[in-house]
């Protein structure tokens, strides 16, 4: 089984950075793609960068998506945030599953992270 999570969030003030973490872990998969969402108060789930499995770093704007290969994990590094970038930060991953010699598509949600920016 395949389990995702996030990690990284918290209270920043405007104008500053954060980088949030998405560790994928279990046995027997690969990544195809990894996406970072985001849900802000009273607002539907929307899309905020993402990465193919085979990449390396992403930049769309103020967001960067990058590879930690030590760690294993896809990071998102937000600059010059801004009071509208809070919400909860959601990590996405699609990818293949080895089950019993059968390569299975999976996807899968973390539980999400709390971001909270101050004007």
């Known amino acids: 089984q395949v389990q995702v999570a996030e990690s990284g969030g918290g209270l920043v003030q405007a104008g500053g950075s954060l980088r949030l973490s998405c560790t994928a872990s279990g046995s027997s998969f690969s990544v195809d793609h990894t996406d970072w969402y985001r849900q802000p108060p009273g607002k539907q789930r929307e899309w905020v960068a993402g990465?193919?499995?085979s990449g390396v770093t992403s930049v769309t704007g103020r967001f960067t998506v990058s590879r930690d290969k030590a760690k294993n994990a896809v990071n998102l590094e937000i600059d010059s945030l801004k009071p509208e970038d809070t919400g909860v930060y959601y990590c996405?991953?699609?990818?293949?599953?080895?089950?019993?010699?059968?390569?299975?598509?999976?996807?899968?949600w973390g539980k999400g992270t709390q971001v909270t920016v101050s004007s």
């Open positions: 996405n991953i699609r990818g293949l599953r080895n089950i019993s010699g059968k390569l299975m598509p999976f996807e899968i």
């Open positions: 990465m193919p499995g």
